[in-house]
């Protein structure tokens, strides 16, 4: 069983810059992939971003360039640094955790924290 929990959340002005951070309560280095989703009102989930174990990333196209997951598994911890946010990037954002061996599959996910892009 794996726990998660985000923060880094909050209200930035456009332009601005925030990092999430999502710790793991259980240890993720050695089978968990790691991801960030977010959801806006009226939309459905989406990926923003995900890092494999062996620390291959990929984005959503809509923040390549401006975000960037990362993760530390001495900590049990991963980050997503958010620059240049947008006010499309308003959302409740959650950490996601999957290992899905041969017939199994673990899928955790966080209590979400929200990000608000407003002047």
């Known amino acids: 069983q794996v726990q998660l929990v985000e923060s880094g959340g909050g209200l930035v002005q456009p332009g601005g810059s925030l990092r999430l951070s999502c710790a793991a309560s259980g240890s993720i280095s050695s089978n968990y992939a790691m991801g960030w989703y977010r959801q806006a009102p009226g939309n459905q989930r989406e990926l923003v971003a995900a890092?494999?174990?062996?620390?291959?990333?990929n984005y959503a196209d809509s923040v390549k360039g401006r975000f960037t997951i990362s993760r530390d598994n001495a900590k049990n911890t991963v980050y997503l640094q958010m620059n240049s946010l947008k006010p499309e990037d308003t959302a409740v954002y959650y950490c996601?955790?999957?290992?899905?061996?041969?017939?199994?599959?673990?899928?955790?996910w966080g209590q979400g924290t929200q990000v608000t892009v407003s002047s």
């Open positions: 996601n955790a999957r290992w899905i061996p041969p017939g199994r599959q673990y899928i955790y």
């Open positions: 890092i494999t174990v062996g620390g291959s990333t």
